[in-house]
Nanobody
Framework: VQLQASGGGLVQAGASLRLSCAAS????????VGWFRQAPGKLREFVSA??????YYADSVKGRFTISRDNAKNTVYLQMNDLKPEDTGVYYC???????????????WGQGTQVTVSS
């Protein structure tokens, strides 16, 4: 499975972005998919995931971010609303989680897309 993350950019606080994670291979449709981010000088952290139709969110993004998937397009989306400067970082999508979707024990990773939120 190959993952391609896109949709990042430079926006002002309060704006919205939609990230896409496009995948190759039909197996992707059965995989749980997660989004993680890494800010400069910080560890990579969990943002959101979807597994068997159940959505998971980090407390810091609950109510602002929404994860969804379109299996016909082999794509998972992360709609990010009301962006804050602390949302800045490189966003990675990942597929095929281990026992927990919130840890970075995933089998496949995309290359990352930069999100920068200015104040």
């Amino acid at each position: 499975v190959q993952l391609q993350a896109s949709g990042g950019g430079l926006v002002q606080a309060g704006a919205s972005l939609r990230l896409s994670c496009a995948a190759s291979g039909r197996a992707f449709r059965s995989y749980s998919v997660g989004w993680f981010r890494q800010a400069p000088g910080k560890l990579r952290e969990f943002v959101s995931a979807i597994r068997w139709g159940v959505e998971y969110y980090a407390d810091s993004v609950k109510g602002r971010f929404t994860i969804s998937r379109d299996n016909a397009k082999n794509t998972v989306y992360l709609q990010m609303n009301d962006l804050k400067p602390e949302d800045t970082g490189v966003y990675y999508c990942a597929a095929q989680a281990g026992s927990s979707v919130t840890t970075d024990n995933y089998g496949y990773w995309g290359q990352g897309t930069q999100v920068t939120v200015s104040s």
